[in-house]
């Protein structure tokens, strides 16, 4: 049986329609200033290369379903099969679903029908359930969850799926089935999954649900809200951290996509200019918080690890590199990137550096990083100082 295919949208709709939402999410207009972009080709301190110029975004507030009828969950995409229909419900936002179906059927742009290959249904219509798409990935994590887990309680029968990344990390997850720096987050919120953990999801069966609710999540970056990301510093920064002002580059290690060429030699000369590179990945979330809130000046890798800019505080001046061009599309990861230095006010410059790879992901290519980039970025921070 082909399914029709529908959208974020469609599901507020119908979820309105059936009375299941507690309310219609509230929208916010949220303003993103112009950003200056330098060039390593092009580098003048005096002018910048390019501008991305400020737009007017718009974000949803997450807000709960209260699905009182009997519907079906995809556990290999948590879509949610309703009257002929499957819409978007779980992780949808980060994480591409159309790939984990067998067979798409393209009538036009707007009526498209897909099918899955057939498989075990599990009943689960003996309990209220409350569904949670967890992502054990840094990045993943914050976009598609953060903004959700504040919204269990105690009395919560939590179902739990992790579509892309449980086994990638099973050797290295907690109990609540995290890698260990989500897993220590959750600690410093004081949310514990496992406390209220009901079922996991499998990824080649279906569910049937007769009582199943959710929060919602605009699929539209950026999807974390201001509100979230001050909540995050009220319950994890220590007032005691002791504020160095240092300069601190934030590296990547051991990763197949986006590395960084010549990382070891820009590594020593920001030694030389009196600066530190660590990599989160490698460090427990308490040394990355001290990290990230002594520094005043950081150089990024544009990337999952822009999301420990959430420990920074106010004033800290930040210069995101990305590959040459990236900049040119305003709503890729750079918007949420622009949208949490509002929130957090924080100092945003971009610089592109040359890249090898495609030219048409260009957030994936490898980042050609060299002594001079470093000098010019240095200058940018230098500049900011003076003003």
Request: glycine share 4%; with cysteine; proline share 2%.
């Amino acid at each position: 049986m082909f399914l029709k295919l529908k959208t974020f949208d469609d599901l507020i709709m119908l979820s309105n329609e059936k009375g299941w939402l507690s309310k219609l999410p509230i929208k916010t207009n949220i303003n993103l200033p112009e950003i200056k972009v330098y060039s390593h080709n092009k580098f003048n301190l005096k002018k910048e290369y390019k501008k991305i110029e400020s737009i007017v975004i718009n974000q949803f507030s997450s807000e709960q379903l209260n699905i009182n009828e009997k519907v079906i969950i995809v556990g290999s995409c948590l879509g949610l099969i309703f009257e002929g229909n499957i819409y978007p419900f779980g992780t949808y936002h980060s994480y591409n679903w159309i790939p984990s179906f067998d067979q798409i059927k393209k009538i036009s742009e707007d009526e498209i029908y897909i099918k899955f290959r057939k498989t075990s249904l599990v009943n689960c219509l003996d309990i209220q359930y409350d569904m949670i798409g967890i992502v054990s990935h840094w990045g993943h994590f914050f976009v598609d969850t953060i903004d959700r887990i504040f919204c269990i309680n105690n009395k919560s029968n939590l179902v739990f799926s992790d579509i892309n990344f449980f086994k990638t990390f099973q050797n290295d997850i907690d109990k609540n089935y995290c890698v260990k720096q989500i897993g220590e987050l959750l600690t410093f919120l004081s949310i514990d999954i496992d406390k209220n953990l009901k079922l996991i999801l499998e990824k080649d069966k279906f569910y049937e649900f007769n009582k199943i609710n959710m929060i919602t999540l605009s699929s539209k970056k950026p999807s974390i809200s201001e509100a979230i990301y001050q909540k995050i510093q009220d319950l994890v920064i220590k007032k005691n951290i002791n504020d160095k002002g240092d300069l601190l580059y934030v590296g990547r290690n051991d990763v197949t996509k986006r590395r960084v060429i010549n990382q070891d030699q820009v590594i020593s000369l920001i030694k030389n200019i009196g600066g530190k590179a660590i990599f989160p990945e490698n460090d427990n979330l308490t040394t990355s918080i001290k990290n990230f809130h002594s520094s005043s000046k950081i150089i990024l890798i544009i990337g999952s690890t822009m999301f420990n800019l959430v420990f920074c505080k106010k004033g800290t001046h930040i210069v995101c590199i990305v590959p040459h061009n990236y900049s040119n599309e305003p709503m890729n990861s750079l918007a949420m990137l622009r949208h949490m230095c509002v929130a957090l006010n924080l100092i945003l410059d971009v610089y592109e550096v040359e890249s090898s790879g495609s030219h048409v992901n260009l957030l994936n290519n490898d980042l050609i990083l060299k002594d001079n980039d470093i000098l010019n970025i240095n200058q940018l921070f230098k500049k900011t100082q003076l003003i």
